[in-house]
T-cell receptor
Framework: DVKVTQSSRYLVKRTGEKVFLECVQD?????MFWYRQDPGLGLRLIYF???????EKGDIPEGYSVSREKKERFSLILESASTNQTSMYLC??????????????FGQGTRLTVV | AQKVTQAQTEISVVEKEDVTLDCVYE???????LFWYKQPPSGELVFLIRRNSFDEQNEISGRYSWNFQKSTSSFNFTITASQVVDSAVYFCALSEAPSTGSARQLTFGSGTQLTVLP
């Protein structure tokens, strides 16, 4: 069963802490994505990566950074967590855009609370 | 810029009723894909369907059907004879052709919470 696995389902962190959210996929997908999900706003793209060590900003990158050192792993980093980053974070992966099947596969989500 | 609108925030139906979830999109591209995802209470988004912009044929899969109309920029989703297990948040999404070397990004609507009552 193909999978996108996020390291934590729930996290509670303090304001100002550096937070790492980890995501691993086992489908050999080229592309990986980080979204945040907030009520009434749907999913918004934070960052994505189309290759190892490559990254591009999404719609709401402020306050976040990412790292992709290996093809299967994509990390989201909150350099100094703030309460307005309390949210559900979803990781996804997808194959090369030229592939027949273009749909993204999502992880189970990490609900982050910053206090 | 691309945009997806799901005007229905919440819908509640009684089991066995039919229900239609609306999705309206905006894009300047002539080549694009439309998607529906289901998010059950467990949190993981589950892929339901992909439709490309050149294929306006409606699709039926069991109790699910999709109506794609380019003339009105809509991609609506109907569940026939709804069941309690259909209760979830449903997202419509749009992706355009990516720039060279980049990834195909998804733009999501705000989602529709469907509650099916027994």
């Amino acid at each position: 069963d193909v999978k996108v696995t996020q390291s934590s389902r729930y996290l509670v962190k303090r304001t100002g802490e550096k937070v790492f959210l980890e995501c691993v996929q086992d489908m050999d997908h080229e592309n990986m994505f980080w979204y945040r999900q907030d009520p009434g706003l749907g999913l918004r793209l934070i960052y994505f990566s189309y290759d190892v060590k490559m990254k591009e900003k999404g719609d709401i990158p402020e306050g976040y950074s990412v790292s992709r050192e290996k093809k299967e792993r994509f990390s989201l980093i909150l350099e100094s967590a703030s309460t307005n980053q309390t949210s559900m974070y979803l990781c996804a992966s997808s194959p090369h855009p030229g592939s027949m099947n273009t749909e993204a596969v999502f992880g189970q989500g990490t609900r982050l609370t910053v206090v | 810029a691309q945009k997806v609108t799901q005007a229905q925030t919440e819908i509640s139906v009684v089991e066995k009723e039919d229900v239609t979830l609306d999705c309206v999109y905006e894009t300047r591209d002539t080549t694009y894909y439309l998607f529906w995802y289901k998010q059950p209470p467990s949190g993981e988004l589950v892929f339901l369907i992909r439709r490309n912009s050149f294929d306006e044929q409606n699709e039926i899969s069991g109790r699910y059907s999709w109506n794609f109309q380019k003339s009105t920029s809509s991609f609506n989703f109907t569940i026939t004879a709804s069941q309690v297990v259909d209760s979830a948040v449903y997202f419509c999404a749009l992706s355009e052709a990516p720039s060279t070397g980049s990834a195909r990004q998804l733009t999501f609507g705000s989602g529709t919470q469907l509650t099916v009552l027994p």
